[in-house]
């Protein structure tokens, strides 16, 4: 879609964090935008302090596919049309232990919100786009799970790997049928070296009550505070990057359509050559094994 102008878009997981920054980098091609997010008062918050009548807030929860055809239905009533979907909500569950002691109520929040979340909304959106022939997807994956999965981080980048396929599935579909719509997986990154300071490391915040796992709650922990300690003492200085470069990509990736929509990074492609080499010569995936200060271990997650 070269001509962004005038286009609706709606993002979920619009109230904060990278949904925001792509709200507000749409907004600036002069598009009209519908922040969606299950969380009020922080929508209501977002779309106040943005303060444009080309802005609307909807609260939406991305697991219910009838909530997703409410929004979709809300941009159209309220812009006249809709053009771009970002399927972006996500969660980090914040499990405790390894893999095999997780709690299925930890996957099912995960699946729910980040698998089933951007299937209902390809499956409330894409019908319309396609029946207007125009129109863009994007899915947010992660590089944790979309390229190569930090292994400690389990359920996560098993959400992200479904995201990843999923979206290749329906690029190929759509060439298949030969729409115009296109598709995009959005991996989040940023030209400025640094971190995505977002809510995602709160790991386990806002979880709702059918996802409980009964232990009397989860106790949040900044994550990200605990990184930068950690990179601190190994040496590292992390700066924080901006959002609004994800944004720019996010604007990118549907002007140009630009289907891996990321910014190349040498120690992701090195990981993904080593995937690649461990597939093709059906060795051991031993680049699992490298060290890294991004997540805690299984003993310091069930210490929380
Ligand atoms: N921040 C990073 O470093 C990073 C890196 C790679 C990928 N991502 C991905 O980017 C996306 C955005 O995350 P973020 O980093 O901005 O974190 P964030 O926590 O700031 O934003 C996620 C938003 O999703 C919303 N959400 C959660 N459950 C929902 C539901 N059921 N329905 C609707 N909205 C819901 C939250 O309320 C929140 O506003 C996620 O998919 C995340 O996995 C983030």
């Known amino acids: ?21 792509i709200g507000e980098a749409f907004l600036a091609e002069g598009m009209k935008v519908v922040l969606a997010d299950v969380l009020e008062a922080e929508l209501d918050a977002a779309v106040s302090e943005i303060s444009s009548e080309d802005v609307i807030g909807w609260v939406t929860d991305v697991t219910s596919f009838e909530s997703l055809c409410s929004v979709r239905d809300a941009a159209i009533e309220k812009f006249g049309a809709v053009h771009v979907i970002c399927n972006n909500a996500g969660v980090g569950a914040g499990a405790k232990g390894h893999l095999w002691e997780h709690h299925l109520n930890d996957w099912k929040w995960s699946l729910d919100v980040n698998v089933l979340g951007v299937i209902n909304g390809m499956n409330a959106f894409v019908p319309t786009l396609v029946a207007q022939n125009e129109g863009h997807v994007v899915n947010t994956s992660s590089g944790n799970g979309g390229y190569t999965p930090l292994a400690n981080s389990g359920i996560y980048p098993v959400t992200k790997a479904a995201v990843t396929t999923l979206t290749e599935c329906l690029w190929g579909q759509l060439r298949e049928i030969g729409s115009e719509v296109g598709a995009s997986i959005l991996f989040p990154s940023t030209r400025s070296p640094g971190v995505m300071a977002t809510g995602i490391w709160k790991a386990g915040a806002n979880r709702p009550d059918r996802y409980s796992r009964g232990d009397g709650g989860t106790v949040v922990r900044d994550a990200l505070s605990d990184y930068l300690a950690r990179a601190k003492a190994a040496g590292e200085e992390v700066p924080i990057a901006p959002l609004s470069e994800v944004g720019e990509l996010c604007v990118e990736a549907v002007r140009d359509d630009v289907f891996w929509a990321t910014v190349p990074m040498d120690r992701q492609t090195d990981k993904l050559r080593a995937r690649t080499e461990s597939q093709i010569r059906r060795t051991p995936p031993e680049y699992l094994l490298e060290e890294t200060l991004m997540t805690q271990s299984a003993d310091e997650r069930e210490q929380d």
């Open 1 to 21: 879609m070269k001509d962004l102008s005038g286009r609706v878009a709606v993002v979920t997981g619009g109230a904060g964090g990278i949904g925001k920054a």
